[in-house]
């Protein structure tokens, strides 16, 4: 069973500081790796993806991706309030169906 | 920014009814996606669905579940005879090309009675 593992949370962490999300898959023919941010009762909405390992940066968002220790990691710098939400961490195998993690919730307090 | 576009946001069916679940995918995507979320639960993958033919399919999707490309913008997704385990959030995406980023639409809230 192809498996995206996160940790639950809540994440709890003071405005202006760098939030970390963590990821595992299990699928080592995972090809490409999302983040999905979701609101509570929302559709879940594209953050960053990326194919290679290494970091992807956009705004305040980086990206990090590990193949080998089958790791992905999303890191948001200057926290604000509203980026309080449960990410989505999501991946794409062989075949072409996003597997979700159930997510971390993301609470940022000003 | 083109978007996934559903209706309708909330539909409230009695147990046992049909029910279908439509979708404007964005316009120069190719590849389309039926995904559900019940409540408090992780998003799982339904149906996926290029050049009018189903690509890909999950256990759940069983023969109550159907998708159909009628025309060139809609995707629906029927459920023939609904169930109180069917009640949850249902989204559409649609994607470029395989491998490549899925657009989720705002979703319809499915409540079986």
């Known amino acids: 069973q192809k498996e995206v593992e996160q940790n639950s949370g809540p994440l709890s962490v003071p405005e202006g500081a760098i939030a970390s999300l963590n990821c595992t898959y299990s699928d080592r023919g995972s090809q490409s790796f999302f983040w999905y941010r979701q609101y509570s009762g929302k559709s879940p909405e594209l953050i960053m993806f990326?194919?290679?390992?290494g970091d992807k940066e956009d705004g305040r968002f980086t990206a990090q991706l590990n193949k080998a220790s089958q790791y992905v990691s999303l890191l948001i710098r200057d926290s604000q309030p509203s980026d309080s939400a449960t990410y989505l961490c999501?991946?794409?195998?062989?075949?072409?169906?996003?597997?979700f993690g159930t997510g971390t919730r993301l609470q940022v307090f000003p | 920014e083109p978007e996934v576009t559903q209706t309708p946001s909330h539909q409230v069916t009695q147990m046992g009814q049909e029910v279908i679940l439509r979708c404007v995918p964005i316009?120069?995507?190719?590849?389309f996606y039926w995904y559900r979320q019940i409540l408090g639960q992780k998003v799982e993958f339904l149906v996926s669905f290029y050049n009018n033919e189903i690509s890909e399919k999950s256990e759940i999707f069983d023969d109550q579940f159907s998708v159909e490309r009628p025309d060139g913008s809609n995707f629906t997704l029927k459920i023939r005879s609904t169930k109180l385990e069917d009640s949850a959030m249902y989204f559409c995406a649609s994607s470029e090309a395989r491998g490549q980023p899925q657009h989720f639409g705002d979703g319809t809230r499915l409540s079986i009675l």
């Open positions: 316009s120069n995507h190719l590849y």
């Open positions: 990326i194919y290679s390992n």
């Open positions: 999501a991946v794409i195998s062989n075949t072409d169906k996003l597997i």
